[in-house]
């Protein structure tokens, strides 16, 4: 409950709803049993007009930036790619429909792996592909 208080304290900061903020921070201290310094102030965020939405140009300002963003996007573009090609495999010798509903498990599986990362460990996620493979008849020679 603390982390769903913590953003929502966020989000009356970025409202200004100090008030309101200074409250719920002093809430969670009395229940971690930590006190608040004297010092200590909230200080609420100003959105000017027009300066708080930010556009895709935003991704290419600064270097590291644009590497991780150009980065990323040749990722997506070769992910695309290969899925296209493995799930349209028109040099297979076998149904185009069986091809098309093995690509779809695929895509079910990893969705299943990915969900698995939001909920365990990212050590327990990531060992699932490095499992034992079990025999596929993709390879098979007929």
């Not at 966020?10 to 409202?15: C, E, I, K, N, Y």
């Amino acid at each position: 409950m603390v982390f769903l208080k913590l953003s929502f304290l966020s989000w009356l900061l970025t409202h200004g709803h100090v008030e309101e903020a200074n409250k719920i921070l002093h809430d969670i201290a009395d229940y971690n049993g930590k006190p608040i310094p004297s010092a200590f102030k909230l200080i609420p965020h100003h959105h000017e007009s027009g300066k708080g939405v930010l556009g895709l140009l935003e991704l290419f300002k600064t270097p590291n930036l644009r590497k991780k963003t150009l980065i990323v996007y040749y990722m997506w573009f070769a992910t695309a790619c290969v899925y296209y090609g493995l799930t349209l495999n028109s040099n297979a010798k076998g149904s185009l429909f069986t091809y098309y509903c093995l690509g779809k498990g695929v895509l079910i599986l990893s969705k299943v792996v990915s969900f698995s990362y939001k909920v365990t460990s990212r050590r327990c996620s990531t060992s699932v592909p490095f499992a034992p493979p079990s025999p596929t008849p993709l390879n098979q020679d007929n």
